[in-house]
Structure formats: C-alpha cells, structure tokens
DNA sequence: GACGCTGAGTTGAAGCGTCAAGTGAACCAG
DNA sequence: CTGGTTCACTTGACGCTTCAACTCAGCGTC
C-alpha cells in the first residue's frame, strides 16, 4: 500500500488532461442534447439504430450490436426494449442458433435514422470536424488509436 | 424539414470520428472503474474533491465548484449531499452573503483525496499521457481546445 | 438420453443524473 | 417596510445504467 513516490503530471500534461477531461465530459452531453432536442433519442440509442442500418438485412445479434456501440450487453437488452416499444427494432431468435437473439431494424426505425442522421452529422461538424484542420484530425485519429488501445489492448474492434 | 444535402463525412473524417466516440465512451468509463475500485468513488466525486483540495481553506462556492467540475448545480447539489454523508466535505451558508453556499473538505475528504490521488494519477499516465508522444501531447491540448471552444464559445473556464 | 456446463440474453432492484418545482436570501421600487 | 424580482441552491420524482440473479439453448459426457 506504499505509493513509491508518484509520478505527478508536469504542467504540459496537467494542462492536456484538464483540456480532455473537459472534453471528454462535454462533448457527449452536446451530442446528447442535440439528437434528444432534435429526433427525442439519446446518443446511444442513435449508435445502436445506426449500426442496425449500416449492417447485413439490418440485422445485428444483440451481443455484436452491444461490442459494436461500447455498451453492456443488459444495457443494450434494456434499451432495445425500449426501441421496441418505440416501433423502431424487433427481436427474433437466431434461426441457426438458438442461443443467440438478432435485433432487426424495421422500416420505421429506418426512417428514423435516416431523419436523425443529418442533424447529427451537422453538429459532429459543428463541434468536431470543422474546428479543426485536416492535419488535425489526422493526429486525432492516431492519438484516439493510441488511447483506444491503452484501454483495451485486446483491440476488439479496433483492428 | 428539407435538409439541404447534408454534408457526410468523408472516409478520413469518419475514422477520427469512430475513433473519438469510442475514446469518449471508454475513457470516463475506465477511469470511473479505476476510482471505483481502488477509492470506492466516481470520477465526478474525484473532481469535486480534487477541487475543494487545490482551492483557498479548500472551500468553494457550490456554483464555482459545478462549473470547475463540468456538472449541474443540482448534480453537485446531490453528490455533496453523499459526501457530506461520507464526513469528507461540510456546508456552510457564505458568511459574505447567505445566498451563496460555501462547500468546505474536511480533515477527513483531505485524507481521501490523498490517498486517491496517486492511483488516479497512474491511471491517467497508463491510459491517456504515456502512450502519446509529447508532441501529440501538444497536439491533444490544442484539439481539446478547439472542440471545447466550439461546444461552449462563451469559454467559462477554458481562458 | 439424462446430467451438468457454458454462454447469450433477460429481468428486477438499487443507485445516480436530470428536470421542474420549490425555498429563501439579497436587492430594489414604491 | 412591504411587495416583487432575481439568483443560488435544494428537493422529489422520473428515467436510465448497472449489478446480480435467473432463464434457456446448445453441447459434451457418461
């Protein structure tokens, strides 16, 4: 229980950390706020519908859907309940497995996204891609990669 | 209702963005579970009494505190309801007018903080500061920067 | 083919955040 | 000094996430 003395930041990185911890804790409540003023959907719920209608017959087992919007996989059940309800996404037992359950996008739910989409991508823009110069975004991408694998060296889905 | 053909991220943009979003989500996420486990609090809970800790006779003005820590003055208003409970902070009407609230650590949210801090900061070295390079480093504090002007132009404690 | 094992998914309770309404201190107009 | 306004903060209810059981399908073993 001994800290061998820690290495505390040095200014340079105190002051990259309060700029991301800032970030980190408002952008998604921007992203947050848009789509729920705007389509009455939270960033997760667009995730889960997006990756619905990016994939195969708009079709996804709930335990890939979850991998693939960095939820849990009782969240993920919880809120396609919801979606459910919603009229947006229905469930079926995995024909070849019975184990597994698809969650399927219906036709509603992809009228939803492809409402939802354009206003979303506007604030993405807005906050993210526009400030910022191409180099930028280049070296967000590989800083993003580096801090994604640090977290999980396991790289699930990031290659 | 008409979007004017709405401007879709190119493959390069999509790749900075997929990546930011999933950093977004897990980072917060890692970091909750690291002060979780080790210190049994959140990382809202680490940044309000980080704050008290770094302030004059470690006391704040409940209002200044919210906006140092990034949350709601009702959120703040309930957490330090917990940690009141937990006998790490102490309320006090402000002396110098009675509608402020002055939020002071005790002896004991002292101790807390020091003992959390180290384990945090490593944390914060093994996920965020050592996998970058100083120059990303320099780069990430000017990424920030720029998306946290775009999300707040007003700049409340961004300078 | 009955048994236990594994792993996907569901469910309900408990905890936290948000929203809207409420309280109360200072201040100002008359 | 009385009534209204503002602003800081608090409170309670509701919704969402998490956690810990639980269910159930498939698979292997005997």
Request: with cysteine; proline share 5%.
């Amino acid at each position: 229980m001994d800290s061998p003395s820690p290495r505390w930041l040095t200014e340079e990185e105190k002051l990259a950390w309060l700029g991301l911890v800032s970030a980190m804790v408002r952008l998604p409540a921007a992203l947050d706020a848009q789509l729920q003023r705007d389509a009455g959907i939270s960033h997760f719920e667009y995730q889960v519908l997006s990756g619905l209608s990016m994939s195969a017959e708009r079709t996804l087992r709930m335990s890939e859907l979850a991998q693939m919007s960095d939820g849990s996989l009782s969240r993920l059940s919880h809120v396609i309940s919801r979606l459910e309800k919603r009229g947006w996404v229905h469930r079926t037992p995995d024909p070849a497995d019975g184990r597994y359950t698809l969650a399927v996008l219906t036709d509603d739910g992809w009228d939803k996204v492809v409402a939802s989409a354009p206003g979303h991508v506007e604030a993405v823009r807005a906050l993210v891609v526009d400030p910022l110069t191409r180099t930028q975004l280049r070296q967000l991408t590989e800083i993003t990669r580096r801090i994604n694998h640090a977290i999980d060296p396991g790289g699930t889905c990031t290659g």
